[in-house]
């Protein structure tokens, strides 16, 4: 694979003066820059620019409104409902995480529904967030079908991702933010770009059986993790990011998209806690002694920890050409 090397400025130029030229405003394309930018900075190469082609693709569509402006709504103390006016998430969370991490700081825990936007990123910057602001912080959202249920053949769920994170005072977070498939599928498309082969048990071929041939399985189904156990998460993902938000499931997203290659419409529920509220002022020590005793085992990685190391390096990342050039000519 030929890469281009980009300076972290340069993929943010990159990936705003594409949106800004093809339809975003300068406020969402500023939300979706640095959003691209956070994820290559940290090695996570399948939400940053990779994804870059298919906001456009929205826009250009006629589906997503690169100019919206979500109305956010707190009249509950401890619930906050965004709608996102048909446009993309990034922007939304902007604007309305500081709403919701008011609201916990009072509350001692506050839900946030996110509706009528067009999720198309990772999930960990919304948690992480939140733990910035000494907050616990959970979300989940839904996409169009692309897992089967354990014991099925055929796609039902989203990859239906699930993350988390935990405030470690003067530390960094403890972050997680995963696929409830076995693997994401924008992993599996970048292995059949990149030619590699899938772990066992990522995914079926349009024929029903077990295949590590990445392009086999973007014509059949992925797999949840854990066989029923990844299941039943998914599936919980489903009815907290689409029932509790009054979204879409996945099977009624794929109903209404238009396939234009971009985002379909979904909900996201985060939910933030304080753990001083909820726990009382020992809590940080508390927690730090578990966290610290789990790292002393030999073996063990904090998760988040590969993406905090890799944002210490502010040096060049090495970007798809292919990519580049695509991207390029869409501005």
């Known amino acids: 694979m030929t890469t281009t090397p980009l300076t972290l400025q340069e993929i943010e130029s990159l990936a705003k003066t594409t949106l800004l030229a093809n339809g975003c405003d300068e406020e969402n394309a500023a939300a979706i820059a640095d959003t691209i930018v956070r994820a290559e900075r940290d ?21 997503v409104k690169g100019d ?9 103390p401890a619930i906050v409902s965004v709608d996102g ?3 993309y998430a990034p922007y939304s969370l902007q604007c309305a ?13 506050a839900a946030m529904r996110l509706y009528n936007s067009y999720h198309f990123a990772a999930l960990w910057p919304e948690v992480e967030y939140l733990a910035e602001q000494n907050l616990v912080g ?24 699930l993350a988390f994170a935990w405030p470690r005072v003067g530390d960094t977070p403890v972050v997680f933010d995963m696929a409830t498939s076995r693997l994401a599928k924008g992993d599996v498309m970048l292995a059949a770009r990149d030619g590699h082969d899938l772990p066992d048990g990522t995914g ?5 059986q077990p295949t590590n041939d990445p392009n086999e399985v973007l014509k059949g189904v992925l797999l949840p993790f854990g066989g029923y156990k990844g ?19 996945s099977y009624e997203a794929e109903l209404q998209d238009n396939n234009d290659g971009g985002p379909a419409r979904g909900g996201e529920l985060i939910i933030a806690i304080s753990p001083e509220l909820m726990a009382g002022d020992g809590w940080a020590d508390h927690s730090r002694a578990f966290l610290d005793k789990m790292a002393s085992f030999d073996g063990v990685r904090m998760p988040g920890a590969r ?15 292919s990519l580049v050039e695509t991207i390029r000519g869409l501005s």
């Not at 090695?43 to 589906?63: A, D, E, I, N, W």
């Not at 919206?68 to 509950?76: F, Q």
């Not at 299941?231 to 499931?249: H, K, N, P, R, Y």
């Open 43 to 63: 090695g996570s190469t399948s939400h940053g620019l990779f994804r870059l082609p298919g906001y456009v693709k929205s826009m250009q569509s006629g589906k």
């Open 138 to 161: 959970l979300a989940c959202t839904c996409f169009k079908p692309s897992v089967a249920p354990a014991g099925a053949t055929q796609a039902f769920f989203g990859t239906n991702p």
């Open 307 to 321: 993406r905090h190391n890799n944002r210490q390096d502010t040096g060049t990342r090495q970007i798809n050409t």
């Open 68 to 76: 919206a402006r979500p109305v956010i709504e707190n009249k509950l």
């Open 204 to 208: 079926l071929g349009p024929d029903g």
């Open 231 to 249: 299941s039943a998460i998914s599936m919980m993902v489903e009815l907290l990011a689409s029932a509790l938000t009054g979204d879409q499931f």
């Open 97 to 109: 995480l500081p709403v919701l991490a008011d609201a916990a700081h009072k509350t001692g825990i």
């Open 85 to 87: 006016a048909h446009g």
